[in-house]
């Protein structure tokens, strides 16, 4: 589990925390603010996993120290089932959240099918000229925005020290590398070199970056997925398992991916910040120095892993549109974003954030911070998350050697251009 935040000091720290509330004493959604203050409810739907989400609703629900007369109410919906509910939710208006805790590839989708209201233009234009301009494209769609960037994230090759340390080698900047490596480490303990997760198509992307290939191109409006350096890429992840450098699965990748890495039975694997604070839990980092991360291993065209993140948007039919987005910009706040990474390891959004000193401080968000920097970003299109599923499916069949490479390659392309209609 992640380390938990002591309520009392952050609910003092984040009272301090300032927002903008707006002026007018009428809602655009209809609420009214007694004199002139935010009333009402807001319902935020969080897909935080379990190491996060005690930590963001307490930063939620201390948002009525600012606006007492405002109650949060928080809902932590499982990220796997987020998208396919939020969209249910939002096409009946029945139940719906006001905010919705947004993966950077599912903004544009849901602002194309006109679910999210427009971020306010004061707030568009600190989001323009406050936060990291690869976060803040995540969150427009067609010139305008939608969503304000909670995190940004990309994967990194966590390591445990002291296993590479007796095998006698160094953290692989290559695949080839990592292949000798995890020999070595077999040699040495018996154990696996790397855990690959194969259950989830997210884990796929550095391997297509890597062979200097992509999803799509959507400037052309090609998909790309199964050229030749997509179909390098399926092999290049099946080459790691066939070798017996990494083992996976097909189901509960997240579960068996921790569990292998955090007890010592998996001395590398691939993830981001946000597994920083649950692999401390485990017993191989109880010396919290023995956790390493450097960059994902290179393909044979360079090291490529994803931007991600989170963004925070507001539902176009929310009846509480004035304190929905003052909610959200108390969420992205400086104050809250320090927070969140002196506490769980996740990366600020707002360019400034990264001059204070607990995130100076933190270790883990100075390595990925450049490797942000570096991270190939998506293109952010309506269909992005939509792509991911079929993807998914061919993914693990090529990973497990249910399929070829050739063959998962060619479906999923097959799959894509079903999805994005009149694409070559």
């Known amino acids: 589990m992640r380390r938990g935040i002591a309520a009392t000091a952050l609910v003092a720290t984040l009272a301090l925390a300032t927002t903008a509330c707006g002026g007018d004493t009428k809602g655009d959604g209809g609420e009214t603010k007694a004199g002139g203050e935010l009333s009402g409810t807001v319902t935020w739907w969080d897909t935080s996993n379990d190491a996060e989400k005690a930590s963001f609703q307490k930063i939620a629900e201390a948002f009525t120290a600012k606006h007492p007369k405002v109650t949060v109410k ?91 340390a007796d095998a006698g080698v160094q953290p692989p900047k290559t695949l080839e590398e990592l292949k000798t490596a995890a020999a070595a480490i077999k040699a040495k303990s018996g154990k696996t070199g790397l855990y690959l997760r194969g259950d989830d198509s997210y884990w796929f992307l550095p391997f297509i970056y890597g062979e200097g290939g992509d999803l799509v191109d959507a400037k052309t409006k090609t998909v790309t997925v199964d050229n030749a350096a997509g179909v390098k890429a399926f092999k290049a992840a099946r080459d790691l398992v066939a070798s017996g450098a990494a083992t996976t699965n097909a189901t509960d990748g997240w579960t068996n991916m921790q569990t292998a890495f955090k007890t010592g039975e998996a001395a590398m694997m691939i993830n981001g910040p946000w597994a920083v604070a649950d692999s401390y839990a485990g017993d191989q980092f109880k010396d919290k120095s023995n956790l390493g991360v450097s960059a994902v291993p290179a393909g044979s065209a360079k090291a490529g892993a994803p931007q991600g993140g989170h963004d925070l948007a507001v539902y176009a039919g929310s009846k509480n549109t004035a304190a929905a987005h003052a909610f959200v910009e108390y969420m992205t706040s400086q104050e809250v974003q320090v927070q969140s990474a002196k506490d769980l390891s996740l990366l600020p959004t707002r360019t400034a954030a990264y001059e204070q000193p607990d995130v100076k401080g933190s270790e883990m968000v100075q390595f990925f911070k450049p490797a942000v920097d570096k991270a190939v970003e998506r293109a952010w299109i309506p269909e992005n998350g939509s792509l991911f599923e079929p993807l998914k499916v061919e993914y693990t069949k090529a990973v497990t050697g249910a399929s070829s490479p050739e063959d998962a390659a060619k479906a999923a392309g097959v799959e894509f251009r079903k999805i994005l209609k009149g694409w070559k």
């Open 74 to 164: 928080y809902v932590n919906v499982p990220y796997g089932d987020a998208q396919n509910k939020v969209k249910n939710a939002f096409s009946s208006g029945s139940e719906a959240p006001d905010v919705i805790r947004a993966d950077v590839g599912w903004v544009a989708d849901f602002a194309s099918l006109g679910y999210l209201d427009e971020v306010p233009a004061e707030t568009a234009k600190k989001v323009d000229a406050e936060f990291l301009p690869q976060a803040a494209a995540s969150g427009k769609y067609e010139g305008k925005t939608y969503a304000v960037p909670q995190v940004i994230d990309t994967l990194g090759l966590f390591y445990n020290k002291k296993m590479l």
